[in-house]
């Protein structure tokens, strides 16, 4: 996907255009101008620095607007509710999916797990998604120990795989369960 300009940036740039006119402005002897751009200016600027110091990337994805109107027409709500929420600028968030990750008890307070990239899976017609982590300071041996209940947190009838893909990275799929892994796993063949 293209990157977009995050509100955080427009707002910083509106604030440095109205501050630069305001002090154009008012060297020019242009009173009228120069006071209200400058005074809302300086301010609406600093609102948006402040913006941009706490701001949080949204997660690299593939995925189009045609699949993402399939998956909220046919697939789990709370599957697009969760490409939606990774794929958006965040504020005052350390990392993606944070509180879910503290629910799941794989969250460090010092080194926090970093979403990377968000891609959709779909298997005959049902949905589901992959996730690249840098676990940082969550070992990789604690995702496997919540692997049940990964599979189950995001939403119903998924099953979650964990891959380590390097020393520092793991990729989390949450697939959709098939008819053939419910039929293994009660014991028909």
Known sequence: ???????????????????????????????????????????????????????????????????????????????????????????????????????????????PPKLKEIELIEIAENYGVSMKFDFCGVPLEKWESQKDRLGRFFAKGLTAEITSISPKELKLELLPKTKTSENKKDGIE
């Not at 060297?27 to 009228?32: I, K, S, V, Y």
């Not at 200016?41 to 990337?57: F, H």
């Not at 399939?70 to 990774?86: F, H, R, T």
């Open 1 to 111: 996907m293209k990157k977009q300009l995050s509100p955080a940036s427009l707002i910083s740039i509106a604030g440095g255009v109205l501050a630069v006119t305001g002090l154009i402005s008012y060297f020019n002897d242009a009173t009228n101008l120069s006071v209200p751009t400058f005074f809302y200016g300086v301010p609406i600027l600093l609102i948006g620095l402040a913006l941009k110091n706490s701001e949080l990337d949204p997660a690299n994805n593939s995925i189009s607007a045609s699949d993402i109107s399939k998956l909220k027409s046919k697939g789990p709500k709370e599957l697009a509710d969760l490409i939606a929420d990774v794929t958006r600028h965040r504020y005052g968030q350390r990392a993606h999916l944070e509180t879910s990750l503290q629910a799941l008890k794989l969250w460090n307070d010092a080194n």
